[in-house]
């Protein structure tokens, strides 16, 4: 039998293809119908264009159902999806494009698909094996070139089977998805949990708080971000009554602040579900459906998960391995062989612990580790004594070239404060080598598009720092 995801999704569809898969802003709905003939007739085209299995197609647009047609359409074909960041500027695209050399790249879904309606609809997907490629994802290169995340049917298969029965979605949940798609949370975990639920998605381009406050209203789960929760706390409109339709909050792609997820169970009564991903292994653990979530931890690994923490340390690197691990990085063995232990574990990059119950916490990567006079600091560790003092918002701690020290502990606080004195209570909780020896407050830190503070862009704007 065919292990092709397309196979696995879309018979989990409602029985009456009539139902609605997409709701949109402006009152129109897509059905799940429409989403079926929508991909049948991008894989017929694909055929017809002579893409065939293996083949890349990439796509960079902004959000649309089109979008989602053209992603099942490809896999429908055989062919490998590549979604790119609608923020790539072309040069940036040049480089993806000539590393993955796609036969086709699409850049304005609607047209595309329409077009599409004049070839003959593809009807039985094409067979694939489980370990067949059917995603490149690149990862961010935040450090050096960025890599292509070869992700096959099995791992997309095997993590979204898991996410829908630890989430535990059903055909009456309606998922509010204001979350962009070219990046694996929006287009592999809540898409793929919807899809297999044959259940609604409130479909939303871009988060905005009116339009989350309206979807809100017909919403039983939400997924996002930490800044969409910051965001709607900052609402005032955004009360215990607008969530009490929820079921679930899952929040992940960058670490949720223990205030948030406090300031969250006052206003609302719920505890946001925190989970820990990336791009090479889609979700890894995550906080428990029903037991006890704790701010801080990212739960447990996902069954069929392996996990360890390398060193033999308490904290070290996070280890994984288990069958939604991708199998290497596209075109680059060597980088594929650096990233993999003998044994056999891929090497996340990621520092963190396991405690006795087996909960995972999470201090921050590997690459912002700073060594401070031959002692290891963990930012994350500063940054959560940090954040709980008066009048910061949110830190992030980073290590910037001290001649004496190697690396001074340098904090950048959305906030304001006096300086000395923070540093002094920060000394109340921290060893001295911990402490920041600089705090500077500034108005936003740089984030990515899913959130995550740029590091590495307030190691090059502050590298001179301690030169002064």
Same mark, same amino acid.
């Given at each position: ?24 802003? &402006? ?29 890349? +197609? ?6 649309? #159902?089109? /979008? ?5 359409? +490809? ?35 609607? !047209?595309?698909? !329409? ?16 370990? &067949? ?15 292509? !995340? ?95 339709? /929820? ?40 906080? #428990? ?27 070290? +690197? ?31 990059? &990621? ?40 009048? +910061? ?10 001649? &004496?020290?190697?690396?001074? /502990? ?59």
């Amino acid at each position: 039998m065919s292990e092709n995801l397309y196979d696995l999704l879309s018979r989990r569809f409602p029985a009456d293809r009539s139902k609605p898969c997409f709701l949109l802003s &402006d009152g129109r709905a897509v059905s799940y119908g429409d989403l079926e003939a929508g991909a049948a007739r991008v894989a017929g085209r694909l055929g017809a264009e002579g893409v065939g299995p293996g083949d890349r +197609v990439a796509l960079q647009a902004e959000k649309s #159902p089109e /979008v989602i047609m053209i992603y099942l359409g +490809v896999l429908k074909a055989g062919a490998v999806f590549l979604p790119l960041n609608s923020a790539y500027t072309p040069a940036e695209v040049d480089y993806f494009l000539g590393d993955a050399e796609p036969k086709v790249f699409v850049t304005d879904p609607p !047209a595309w698909v !329409a077009e599409a309606a004049a070839y003959p609809p593809m009807a039985e997907s094409a067979p694939r094996a489980a370990n &067949d490629l059917a995603s490149l994802i690149y990862t961010s290169g935040t450090t050096g070139r960025s890599k292509g !995340a070869m992700l096959s049917h099995g791992n997309l298969a095997e993590n979204a089977l898991a996410l829908h029965a630890a989430w535990g979605f059903t055909p009456d949940d309606v998922l509010l998805h204001a979350l962009p798609i070219f990046h694996v949370h929006g287009l592999f975990v809540a898409l793929h949990c919807a899809l297999l639920s044959g259940c609604p998605m409130v479909w939303l381009p871009k988060f905005a708080d009116a339009d989350v406050l309206a979807g809100l209203e017909r919403a039983t789960v939400m997924m996002g971000v930490p800044t969409f929760y910051t965001r709607l706390l900052a609402n005032s409109a955004f009360t215990r009554e607008s969530a009490a339709g /929820v079921r679930l909050f899952v929040c992940g792609s960058a670490p949720l602040l223990p205030s948030t997820f406090a300031e969250f169970e006052a206003r609302t009564g719920q505890r946001i579900l925190e989970r820990y991903g990336m791009s090479e292994a889609v979700i890894i653990t995550t906080n #428990p459906l029903a037991g006890e979530r704790i701010a801080g931890s990212v739960g447990y690994p996902l069954p069929g998960v392996e996990l360890r923490i390398g060193g033999g340390e308490e904290t070290g +690197v996070i280890q994984i391995k288990g069958p939604s691990v991708f199998r290497e990085y596209w075109r680059m063995p060597e980088k594929t062989a650096e990233e993999f232990t003998a044994d056999g574990f891929f090497i996340t990059g &990621d520092v963190g612990r396991q405690d006795a119950d087996g909960r995972v916490w999470i201090s921050g990567r590997a690459k912002d580790l700073i060594i401070s006079g031959g002692y290891n600091v963990y930012p994350k560790e500063v940054e959560l004594v940090l954040d709980e003092l008066p009048g +910061v918002t949110e830190s992030a701690v980073i290590g910037v070239p001290h001649k &004496d020290f190697g690396e001074g /502990v340098v904090a950048v606080v959305i906030g304001q404060g006096d300086e000395a004195a923070m540093i002094a209570r920060a000394r109340e909780q921290l060893a001295a080598y911990k402490a920041p020896k600089w705090i500077l407050f500034v108005d936003e830190l740089p984030r990515n598009a899913m959130g995550k503070v740029q590091k590495n862009l307030l190691r090059q704007t502050y590298e001179r720092l301690f030169e002064a």
